[in-house]
């Protein structure tokens, strides 16, 4: 079974240009979650899709992201326009949705790391 | 507010010593708990998770204790290995809709052979 994929590996974009990082999740996995680190924090949560849904959104630092997720299968996350505090490593997760509602095991992407110049 | 704190952020120890990696949330009203490990430039491998109603979790090796009234839970490792060196990360869940992942900063572990 394949794992979470993410694409690109890494982005070096200038100040001010757009990036848009996609996630595939391990299929039939419902739950898709998009987190970043900064250098030096520890890893925080942007946004949670169920299929299609945007669930929670709360993470979502401001305007200029912006996340889909097609037919509840890939998600993509564009940032427009870019800025230097955008610089990070983002990571994307996975989890089947269970009929017990109980959550299971988070499965995380080897991540996209951006530079923003 | 939720905080996960890991101690201590990095660690070295000989090769075959046991030890133990230690996380404290701040709100004891958690979901789940998960261990993760990752290696140098790549993504997060989930090592154990722990549901609220449990105590520990084993997988090899590893042993997983969570103290929720407490807000701690630690990740022991028997018989260390070169091979463990990793950034060791915990993770809570306050769960129902809110399934996002909470982290501590990581404890970065070097097993000398």
Redesign the interface.
């Given at each position: 079974e394949a794992g979470?994929t993410q694409f690109p590996s890494h982005s070096v974009i200038e100040k001010g240009q757009t990036v848009t990082l996609r996630c595939d999740p391990i299929s039939g996995h419902d739950?898709l979650?998009w987190?970043r680190r900064v250098m030096g924090?520890?890893?925080?949560?942007l946004l949670?899709f169920v299929k299609e849904s945007k669930?929670?959104e709360s993470?979502m630092p401001n305007n200029r992201f912006l996340a889909e997720r097609t037919g509840g299968t890939y998600s993509t996350l564009k940032v427009q326009p870019a800025e230097l505090e955008d610089s990070g490593v983002y990571?994307c997760?996975s989890?089947p949705l269970r009929l017990s509602g109980?959550?299971?095991?988070?499965?995380?992407?080897?991540?996209t790391r951006l530079l923003v110049l | 507010k939720q905080e996960v704190t890991q101690i201590p952020a990095a660690l070295s120890v000989p090769e075959g010593e046991n030890l133990v990696l230690n996380c404290s949330f701040t709100d004891s009203a958690i979901y789940n708990l998960q261990w993760f490990r990752q290696d140098p430039g790549k993504g997060l491998t989930s090592l154990l998770l722990i549901q609220s109603s449990q105590r520990e979790q084993t997988s090899g090796r590893l042993n997983a204790s969570l103290d929720k009234s407490s807000g701690r839970s630690t990740l022991y490792i028997a018989a260390s290995q070169p091979g463990d060196s990793a950034t060791y990360l915990c993770a809570v869940s306050r769960g129902g809709s809110q399934g996002n992942l909470i982290f501590g900063k990581g404890t970065k572990l070097s097993v000398k052979p």
């Open positions: 979470v739950n979650y987190y924090k520890e890893i925080k949560f949670h669930q929670d993470g990571f997760a989890s109980r959550l299971g095991t988070q499965y995380f992407g080897p991540g | -």
